[in-house]
């Protein structure tokens, strides 16, 4: 699959150029020439105003912002390029970890679990191949967070979606679904999706077994991730922010 080995080294080249959140654990001091990358979910205040929480729980209040014109929305993952001014305070915000001024903010796609629609689960939902790699897809702040590459024409949109074939007996068994819609492969293609996992069965407190099967160019692949609905017991389990570069401008 020529392209999308292409698209890896140029993804490889990338990827020594930027900061990682991990390193924000150096609380001496701050830059203004340092810039960190990470998805999060956002939670709006009312109006244009809200903050960030990371999937290690950590929250971002945007003390400043160049996109001013954002409309935040309840629920909604998103990739953010953020410098962090200061610590926050207990005092006066809160308890935000820290101060920020955001540098960029980009909606990820952000979708529940899909009906099961049985018979027509191949037809609706799709059996297209994607390339998911080991460290790109994770379950943080309560969702199942996917980065992926697959063949890309630019011509339709494809759809990607996530079922739950047998919710009574196996509700934790899930499948990543994508349509291309006969999208002709032109090039590589990476696209972003986190699916919202509030409708699984409550753990009660125990840490289970998901697992999500994906059809991938060598067949089919599964991952096994750990899932809490106390997600306070999964901080930290997130194996990539997601800095990653993504290019398939129409998804849904």
């Known amino acids: 699959m020529k392209t999308i080995r292409t698209f890896l080294l140029i993804l490889g080249v990338f990827l020594t150029t930027v900061t990682f959140p991990s ?20 939670i709006p205040e009312g109006g244009d105003v809200y903050y ?7 929250t971002l209040w945007p003390a400043a912002t160049s996109y001013p014109e ?12 953020f410098t962090i001014l200061g610590d926050s305070t207990q005092s006066n915000l809160g308890g935000f970890a820290y101060y920020i001024k955001v540098n960029a903010i980009h909606d990820i796609l952000t979708k529940p679990i899909a009906p099961d629609l049985e018979a ?11 390339e998911i790699g080991s460290d790109n ?19 339709t949109a494809h759809y990607v979606n996530l079922i739950q074939p047998d919710a009574e007996n196996n509700p934790y068994a899930l499948e990543f679904r994508h349509n291309a819609y006969d999208d002709p492969a032109y090039t590589s293609g990476a696209g972003r999706v986190a699916f919202n996992l509030s409708s699984l069965p409550d753990t009660e407190g125990e840490t289970v077994d998901l697992t999500i099967k994906v059809t991938t160019f060598e067949g089919e692949k599964e991952f096994k991730l750990k899932y809490n609905t106390d997600k ?21």
Do not use: H
């Open 232 to 252: 306070t017991q999964l901080t930290g389990s997130a194996s990539n922010y997601g800095d990653d570069l993504s290019n398939i401008t129409d998804l849904k």
């Open 52 to 58: 960030l929480r990371l999937d290690n729980g950590e």
């Open 120 to 130: 027509e689960n191949d037809s609706i939902y799709g059996t297209d191949p994607v």
């Open 137 to 155: 897809i994770w379950v943080g702040d309560g969702y199942l967070n996917v980065y992926f590459l697959t063949n890309w024409g630019g011509k």
């Open 23 to 42: 390193c924000m654990d150096d609380e001496s001091s701050y830059s203004l020439g340092d810039i960190y990358i990470a998805i999060a979910t956002v």
């Open 70 to 81: 954002y409309i935040p929305k309840n629920g909604q993952r998103a990739l953010v390029n």
